[in-house]
Nanobody
Framework: QVQLVESGGGLVQPGGSLRLSCAAS?????????MGWFRQAPGKERAFVAA????????SYAGSVKGRFTISRDNAKNTVFLQMNSLKPEDTAVYYC??????????????????WGQGTQVTVSS
């Protein structure tokens, strides 16, 4: 089993920035795992945010965050990041980190991921 632990969430004003981190531990060769970020707002389905291939060579973003969010990874530290800039109230959600052990590249469907973190709350409000 692989464990994923998110951190970096919190309360931020509109237009502000946050950087989320997700640290992987357990039985994993981290560089072989594609990684993704999803979010779930109250009353809504869990939605794709961003993904990155195992090597970090390819990334993908949801249209709603493209140009504002950046996904990156540090394989030496078994960590994936989500830099969130120009935050909007509609970005408020629980953000989840996920791992695809088969490295599908930049998977954007929930079923393509094998492991999930516990989530971290991001609230964008004045």
């Amino acid at each position: 089993q692989v464990q994923l632990v998110e951190s970096g969430g919190g309360l931020v004003q509109p237009g502000g920035s946050l950087r989320l981190s997700c640290a992987a531990s357990g039985r994993t060769t981290f560089s072989r795992y594609a990684m993704g970020w999803f979010r779930q707002a109250p009353g809504k389905e869990r939605a794709f945010v961003a993904a990155i291939s195992g090597s970090g060579g390819r990334t993908s973003y949801a249209g709603s965050v493209k140009g504002r969010f950046t996904i990156s990874r540090d394989n030496a530290k078994n960590t994936v990041f989500l830099q969130m800039n120009s935050l909007k109230p509609e970005d408020t959600a629980v953000y989840y980190c996920a791992a695809d052990r088969r490295d599908r590249g930049t998977p954007d469907f929930l079923y393509e991921y094998d492991y999930w973190g516990q989530g971290t709350q991001v609230t964008v409000s004045s």
